[in-house]
């Protein structure tokens, strides 16, 4: 799909939030863990179907939406835990 995308001069473009290099992946979780635009980001990952080929709409439903929510309960989760633990700190510096 990307070559014929090319091959007539267009072109291929990602979207802003996406896990093709390391940068951009950690940026996507950090959005997911923030719950800033993860929707968005879980929609466009269900519809991919591999590299370079054009998306079909709800192609790896199950997995995506498995792997987004449980990824989403356990980075807030631990986001939670982490804002707790610097409360309960400063807390007993204060004290």
């Given at each position: 799909d990307a070559a014929l995308c090319v091959e007539q001069?267009?072109?291929w473009m990602n979207r802003h939030q996406n896990f093709d290099t390391l940068e951009h992946g950690m940026v996507s979780l950090f959005e997911i863990c923030?719950?800033?635009?993860?929707v968005v980001l879980m929609l466009s990952s269900?519809?991919?179907v591999g590299p370079y080929r054009q998306p079909k709409r709800d192609e790896n439903e199950w997995l995506g939406c498995i792997m987004f929510i449980s990824f989403l309960l356990l980075g807030s989760f631990f986001v939670l835990n982490l804002c707790v633990g610097v409360i309960i700190d400063n807390y007993g510096n204060v004290k």
């Open positions: 001069d267009g072109k923030t719950t800033e635009g993860w269900v519809d991919s």
